[in-house]
């Protein structure tokens, strides 16, 4: 990657904006999966070690402009006091007079954590006061955020524009393997797409289709699909805006010779929870009312031979709502075959890495990247938004 770090960086008493991804997977306040926390800690610690002021900031779901009591960031600062052993303070806004003197109270080596970014509707927006507002709370922006750097957002890309911009160490990392691994992939090259982010992962797929052999859809994904194929699907989720472009797609798969696996059997519930009635039926068979939480046995047979036999396997989203266990046979059965694989196997996205974890094959994988959304988006080819504001290596 030929972008400054903060290994190129004088650090030593400098008040630091460093935007991480802490958008982990919670339940009821608690913190499910604690990957992107702990992927983080090498350069806060750098940082801290470097002798500089540590202002963290992060998104939390997607609260839309507003404060949101269940996206505050406090269980995270309590997690991360503990990984760092040392406490992290935690303040109640990302800007304004508090933040400014929080700030200004620092000691060098100290952590401060932000709240949500996402409280403010400037955020997504990539709202240029709100950029300002950030970086004049510091010397320097420090991005180790991959997970958002496909956003071009005020805490992630907007605040470049008015202090200088370097990558933190798991920014390097990320980009450094996933750019190795993807630059010239082993083939067969499989890459499976599932989750619940349809609409904006659904867009990434035509490039996919420009690079892999085979393409695995499953999850939420898999539903705009078969509804585009003419098979009733119930109460799914489902994109409807997105038919036409679901058929367009089945389309190029099959002029460019990809092959496009998509579910034969899906498990189905009366509604979504975790105690629902539930029945696996084939795709064809989706009662009125009902709604795909899973794919079925049959689906997990068909991916399962495709993914042993690739030499490269990037997965991002889970195959259905392994959150609950009665819908998690079909992440664990295709993780499962993930380690079966004896190529090199990529894992990415905040819910997939906890879905690796829960299957307990995550030491097994090649990677794991904190990148969901960013890491099919890095594999299109471009320059992510978080990156490209970053200071060039001369
Ligand atoms: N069939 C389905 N119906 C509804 N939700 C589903 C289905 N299959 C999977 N999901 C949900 O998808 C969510 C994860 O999708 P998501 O796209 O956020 O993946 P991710 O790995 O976290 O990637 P990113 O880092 O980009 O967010 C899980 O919470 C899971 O319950
Ligand atoms: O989970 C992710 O992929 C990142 O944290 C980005 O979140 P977003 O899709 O809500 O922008
Ligand atoms: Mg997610």
Redesign the pocket.
Known sequence: MNKKSIRDTDLAGKRVFCRVDF?V?MQDGVITDDTRIRAAVPTIRFLRDAGAKVILASHFGRPKGQVVEEMRLTPVAQHLSGLLGTEVKKLNDSVGPEVEAAVAGMQNGDVILLENVRFHAGEEKNDPELAKSFAQLADLFVNDAF?AAHRAHASTAGIADYIPAVAGLLMEKEIRFLGGALSRPERPFTAIV????VK??IAVIENLLTKVDHLII???M??TFLKAQGYGIGA??CEDDKLDLARTLMEQAKERGVQLLMPVDVVVADR?AADADKQTVSIDAIPEGW????IGPKTVELYRKVIVDSKTVVW????????MDA?ASGTIGVAKAMEACQGTTII??????A?VEKAGVAEHMTHIST????S?EFMEGKELPGVAVLQDNE
């Open positions: 958008n997977p997970g599932g989750g619940a982010k904006d992962k499953g999850g939420g898999a539903n799914s989720l979504f709604m795909a939480l899973d991002n989203g889970p195959m259905g709502v392994f959150e819908f990415g996205g905040g819910d997939s890495v879905a990148g969901g959304g960013a099919l």
